[in-house]
């Protein structure tokens, strides 16, 4: 008995070496996930080895720069497909064509209540006309993400979660967990009417990848436009 | 007067309101039974009617002209031309003025003039006129489209009063109609659906294509879409659907078309969305004006008929405004600049920027907007209006 646990703790570990030594060789971005959406942000980027991946459920967590995260993809998918985003009112389109997305290929889908949400979403991920649909976290039943996941995967579509903390359900069907925490933030003149918001530092942490170790993390710098804070 | 004259001739050039010529050739009898046919199928219109027979158009047009009933013999064109005015030649008033001016009355003063001067003084289109002025007309015949109703019904066949019964009968429909089109041809850019109800009610519905089809799955997706959600005060009685905005010939498909953008399928789903939610699917547009929730406006989204790779791109990552719902906040102002928001302390704070809006208006706005971040690094966008301070959005 006792030798065979070492045995298997041996294989364990063996395992654990190769999963570090390929994600190394993803990050440095030699091995580029096959069909990843790159998110416009270098670093991001190499961080998930490539960007998100196609044809799965990803959350972006945290309550400040998850959603400039998010505009860059939808700023990058845009310029070849259509994305959809799930509204509940708080959607402000001029950021998002700030961040380069291309309005016109962006289906705002008004849908408030969970359960208006959860049907709009299996539609979307059925139909495969969308490359990207985002949707705000709602509270649903364990086998309504599992549902979703399974549809993510089947249709080679791209749902992010927008969460302040993803719950135990969506952590277990998600691909891919990134947690935004702000840093910093960035000011430009001085204060009070002559000043300006120039931005804020992010620190962007790896919770969760299918293929690559969580655990690393990314500091990016996203800088306003003038145009952006005033 | 159009489809009447069918009987008489089955190509007919719809030249204009009150003209219209028939290709004769082929078709049995001669002038004098071709012209009563004529008066025959015409005599219900109760309207003043002019016909003429001649080799071409414009021989044929100064035939009606001169008299109801004339028929010019194929070589004697010029001589019937001769003396009538230049308004048969249906050209510019300001033209035939010009000309009447240098002493041209008449088409036979045009045919007597010589070609080339002519033409140098008067540009290239000259030619034309002194060509019809003699009798000789190169214009193409142009036969009107064929309207075609392609529409097919179920109506005193039984009541239906649940969902999969008018979804059977809506097939059965649509396949009629798939298969007409496909004999004709055609293919449909929208459908009208018509419903009748056992209380003497009607409901309809107008589905617009993203691309005209004749494929009856794409048709059905889309009309099932319409009716998901929909309920009726009474059992459906008939069915009424027709195909309309029709088009000629079939739809262009890539070679290796199978992954590309399909549009149809685009407005299935957004027709599914619409049903499901009950709201338009929207897309933004962006506006000039100074207030924030001003800055963009939603229109329905529009399907798209292709997705070719977006020119002009510039990625940027900047700070995303999210807009809450407007809602009043606490605010302790120190040195005229908020300290405290909604009990918590402000760590930076930038503004006053004023908006003055509409200021000579029933509605006039004016506002100080402030970004400030808080202490829980929350980074936020308020203003004040009036004595009031209100929340407007969180910066993510």
Redesign the interface.
């Known amino acids: 008995m006792t030798l065979a646990l070492s045995a298997a703790t041996d294989r364990r570990a063996a395992f654990e070496t190769l999963k570090a030594e390929l994600s190394a060789r993803a990050a440095r971005g030699s091995l580029p996930l096959e069909g990843a959406i790159p998110s416009?942000?270098p670093d991001l980027d190499r961080l998930l080895g490539g960007g998100f991946p196609k044809g799965a459920v990803a959350t972006l967590e945290g309550?400040?720069?998850?959603?400039?995260?998010?505009?860059?993809l939808v700023?990058?998918t845009?310029?070849?497909?259509?994305v959809a985003i799930l509204n509940d009112?708080?959607?402000?389109?001029?950021?998002?064509?700030?961040?380069?997305a291309?309005?016109?290929?962006?289906?705002?889908?008004?849908?408030r209540k969970a359960l208006?949400v959860a049907?709009?979403v299996d539609?979307?991920l059925r139909?495969?006309?969308c490359r990207l649909v985002l949707m705000p976290a709602i509270a649903l039943r364990d086998a309504v993400w599992t549902r979703l996941a399974m549809l993510a995967h089947r249709s080679g579509v791209l749902l992010i979660v927008m969460t302040s903390c993803a719950g135990a359900a969506l952590s277990a069907a998600a691909e891919l967990r990134l947690h935004c925490a702000?840093e910093r933030?960035l000011?430009q003149g001085t204060?009070?009417?002559w000043?300006?918001?120039a931005?804020?530092e992010l620190c962007v942490d790896l919770r969760k990848h299918r293929h690559l170790l969580a655990g690393g993390s990314a500091h990016?710098r996203?800088?306003?436009?003038s145009a952006?804070?005033? | 007067m159009l489809d009447a004259l069918d009987a008489v001739s089955p190509l007919i050039d719809d030249v204009r309101p009150g003209l219209a010529f028939l290709e004769m050739h082929g078709i049995a009898g001669g002038p004098p039974s071709w012209m009563a046919q004529t008066r025959s199928v015409l005599a219900g219109f109760c309207c003043p009617l002019r016909v003429g027979v001649a080799s071409n158009k414009v021989a044929a047009r100064a035939a009606a002209y001169i008299a109801d009933g004339t028929f010019c013999a194929p070589g004697a064109e010029r001589a019937l031309l001769g003396p009538l005015p230049l308004v048969v030649l249906d050209v510019e008033p300001e033209i035939v003025e010009r000309l009447t001016l240098l002493g041209i009355d008449s088409l036979g003063d045009l045919a007597e003039l010589p070609h080339g001067p002519f033409v140098r003084r008067f540009g290239a289109q000259a030619s034309s006129w002194h060509e019809l002025a003699c009798g000789i007309d190169r214009r193409p015949f142009l036969p009107r489209s064929r309207t075609v109703a392609i529409e097919a019904a179920i109506f005193g066949e039984g009541r239906v009063a649940e969902e999969a019964q008018v979804f059977f009968a809506l097939r059965m429909l649509l396949t009629r109609i798939c298969a007409d089109l496909e004999r004709s041809g055609k293919r449909a850019g929208a459908m009208h659906l018509a419903l009748e109800l056992e209380d003497a009610g009607s409901s309809t519905y107008d589905v617009p294509l993203a691309t005209p089809t004749a494929n009856e799955r794409t048709i059905f997706d889309l009309l099932r879409a319409k009716l998901e959600g929909a309920t009726f005060e009474a059992a459906i009685v008939g069915l009424r659907l027709q195909a309309r905005q029709l088009e000629e010939g079939g739809e262009a498909q890539a070679l290796f078309g199978a992954d590309d953008?399909?549009p149809q399928?685009?407005a299935?789903?957004?027709a599914?969305?619409e049903a499901?939610?009950g709201?338009r699917?929207?897309?933004?547009?962006?506006r000039e004006a100074h207030l924030?929730e001003e800055?963009?406006v939603?229109r329905p989204?529009e399907p798209?008929r292709s997705?070719e790779?977006?020119p002009e791109?510039?990625?940027?990552?900047?700070?995303?405004?999210?807009?809450?719902?407007v809602r009043e906040v606490p605010v302790e102002l120190r040195a005229g600049?908020p300290a405290r928001v909604d009990r918590k302390t402000v760590?930076?704070?930038?503004?006053?920027?004023r908006i003055d809006e509409r200021p000579f208006t029933a509605s006039p706005v004016a506002r100080d907007e402030y970004?400030i971040?808080l202490e829980d690094?929350?980074?936020a966008r308020i203003y004040r209006q009036g004595s009031t301070w209100y929340l407007r959005?969180v910066?993510?």
Do not use: K
């Not at chain 1, 291309?102 to 849908?111: G, H, S």
């Not at chain 2, 699917?281 to 962006?286: G, H, K, L, S, V």
């Not at chain 2, 791109?313 to 719902?325: D, F, N």
């Open positions: 416009a942000i309550t400040t720069g998850r959603w400039s995260l998010a505009a860059g700023a990058t845009t310029r070849r497909g259509l009112g708080s959607l402000y389109p001029p950021s998002l064509a700030e961040a380069g291309c309005l016109e290929r962006v289906l705002i889908v008004p849908a208006q049907r709009a539609i979307l139909a495969r006309i702000l933030l000011m204060h009070g009417l000043g300006r918001f931005g804020f990016l996203i800088e306003a436009c952006t804070l005033r | 953008f399909d399928r685009l299935v789903t957004l599914r969305l499901v939610l709201e699917i929207a897309r933004a547009e962006m924030l800055r963009f939603y989204f798209l997705l790779c977006h791109w510039s990625r940027r990552i900047v700070p995303q405004l999210r807009l809450l719902e600049e760590t930076q704070c930038v503004g006053p920027w970004d971040a690094g929350t980074f959005g910066y993510e």
